[in-house]
C-alpha cells in the first residue's frame, strides 16, 4: 500500500531473475482464449462455474483420476464485451456436479483449465497458509525450521525504537517484535488497524471457523486459536508504541526502504515517526477488540489492553481534531510508507464503537450515535484509511438487547443494501469480481475480498444466500478464475505468483516465495517504471498486471491484503475433522488395499487386496459424511490375493472403503475412496 523505493541495488539473483523472465517467460500473460478456474478447487454444495474467454458450444467436466468424462454442459454467454478486460466471455456452469475429485473443464476447440478440486477441504490449506503467511512476517524473533520450515530466519530490528527528531523527543524506546508491514520492513500502525481489525472481527464471528491451534507456530498446540497467538505478537509490539499521554506513534521504519536484503541484514537506524490522531484511534480500536477478545486466554492481557485504549480515547478526547492537522506527513527525509489520511473521524468512531462493546460504558455509544451517520454508512468496504465499516460492524453484531434498536435497523438495512448493489455489480462484471474499472489501483486484490467480508456478513443477516455465492466469487477471481486465468497467492499451485514484491522472498536463495501471500494486483494507474515500460494507458484495467518482483505497484504483499484473504477463504474452508474415515491408520507394506476396478463404477466394483498371512477380515463403506452404510464379515481369508464384488443399491457419490483385517499380531486396517455415478 505504499511505495518502495525503486532505486535499490538489483542482487545478482534479481537480475538472475529479470533476465529468465525476460528470455523465456512472457513479461505478462497476454490475453489470450482459455478456460479459467478457482485453482484451488471448488465446494461441492456450491455453485460452480469455469469461464471461458472465446465462444464454443460445450464443455466436459473430466474427472483426472479416470480420464471420463463425468458432466457436459453448454456455455452461455457472460458478457458481450467485459468492461474491465476486453473480452468476451462465457461461463460453462457444472454446479450440477459435485461429487470430490480432481477434475479439468475442457472446452473442444479451445483448450483445458487448470485442474482443481470439488471438495469440502478446497479452501482448508489456503485458509491456513494464508494466516501462516502472518508468521512469516514477524519481526524480533527466530523463525526456526520447526515452524519455518525453510523459510527461517534469525532474529531481525532488534534494535527498534529510536526516537525521530520530528517527534520533539530524543533518546529510545524498545519497539521489538509485530508483523513487518508489507513486502517492506516497517512496521505502520495505521495498516495494523484494519489488519487486526479485520481478523479478530473472524474470530469473534465465526470462532468455530477459526479456531485452528495446528499452524505449526510457536503457539501451536497451546490450546489457543493460532490467529488469537498470531495477532497477539502483534499486539504486544503495538502496545510498545503509545506514549505515556495514551498516543501512539504514527509508524516505525528507516528513513528510505533497506535494499532486497534479509531482515536480520537490515541494520540501519530505524525510527518512531510522530504521533498521529489516526494511529492512536486505531489502536484504541484493536485494543479494545483485545480487551474482550482475549479474556478467556488472558485475563490479564485483556485488561492491560483495555486500559491502553482507555487510555489513548482519553488523549482523543483531549485532542478532538485530527493531529497533525491535516493528517500525518512523513518528516523531511523520510520515505518510507506514509499511510497519511486526512479524516480520523472514521478511525474515532472505530474506536467508540469497539471501546462501548467492551464496557458497555455509555459514553461511548454516545460517540457512536452522535457520528455514525456521517462516516460510510456501508457505501464502501473497510480499507486502511476508512475503518468506518468496522465501527460499523462493532455496533451492528453487538449482542440482542444492547444498542440503539433504530440505529441497528438502519445499519441492517445499510448493510443488506450494499450487498444489493454488489450483486448486481459483479452480475455485470465478466469474471463476477467486485472490481469496475478505475477500481483497479493499488492493492485492487484486497477490495473484492474486503467487499465478500460485507456479502457474507449480510448473507448470515437475513439476506440472500446469492451474497454469500457472490463472496464466493471474489475467491475464485483471487485463486485464478480472472482475465489473466493467474492465482494471486503464493505457495498454492504450481502455477501460482511465483515474484512478490518481497524482500525475503527475493533475497533467501529459495526458490519458491514464501507461501500463503496475496499479491496487490491489477493496478491500472501503472505506479511503478517496469509496469510504465510494459502497459499502455489502452490497456484494460484488469491485465496491468506483472508477476515480477520489480513491480512493486502491482506485485507487492501486504498484512492488510492477507487479513481479508485470512477471513474469506477461513469462512469457506470447511471442517474435515468431520469426515474422520479420511484419515489413514498406519498400514504395514506388506498389507494391500488396492483401488477398486472400475472406478468411477457404475453397478458393481472389485475391491482387491492381498494378504502376506491369514487373517479375519472385515470390508466396511462410508459415504462422504463419514457414516456406516454397508459392512461386510468376509470370514478368514489364506495369504495371497483376493477381491470382494460390491453391488450398492445407492445414488451416485463418492464412498469410502474400510478392509480391517485381524490376524495373530495385529488389527490392520486401510481406506480406498470409491465414485459410483449412475
Ligand atoms: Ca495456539
Ligand atoms: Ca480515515
Ligand atoms: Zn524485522
Redesign the pocket.
Known sequence: MHKSSPDFNLSVRQVFKWTVCVLLLPLFVHAADYVTVNQAGYLPDHPKQAFVTSAADSFHLIDQSSSQIVHRGALTQRTALDPATGMNVWEADFSAWGVPGTYVVSVPGIGKSHAFAISNAAFTSLAKASLKAFYYQ???MDLSPLHAGIYTHPK??MQ?GTLHSATGESGTVKSAGGW?DAGD?GKYVVNAGVTVGTLLLACELFPERFAADNLRIKESGNGIPDLLDEVQYELRWLLTMQKADGSVYHKLTRENFAPFIM??K?TEKRYLMPVSSTATADFAAMMAQAGRLYRTASAAFADSCLAAAEKAWTWLEANPTIVPAGGFKNPTGVATGEYGDGNDRDERLWAAAELWRTTSDSKYETYYLANYQSQNLFQSEMSWGNVAPLAHLAYLFSPQGTGDTAAKQNLHAKLQQFAANMLTQADGSGFRVLLKPGEYNWGSNSRPLNRAILLILAARRGGSAQFESAALDQLHYVMGRNGLNFCFVTGTNAFSMKNPHHRPSAADGIKDPVPGMLSGGPNQYLQDDLMKRTFTASTPPALCFLDHVDSYASNEIAINWNAPLVFVAGYFAADTTATGVEKKEAVPETFGLRQNYPNPFNASTTIPFSLDQPGRIKLEFFNIHGELIDSRELGVRAAGEHGYTWQPNLPSSIYYCRLSVENQTALYSDIKKMVLVR
Open positions: 514477524r519481526c524480533g531481525c530490528h527498534d513487518h520492513y531482515p536480520q537490515d
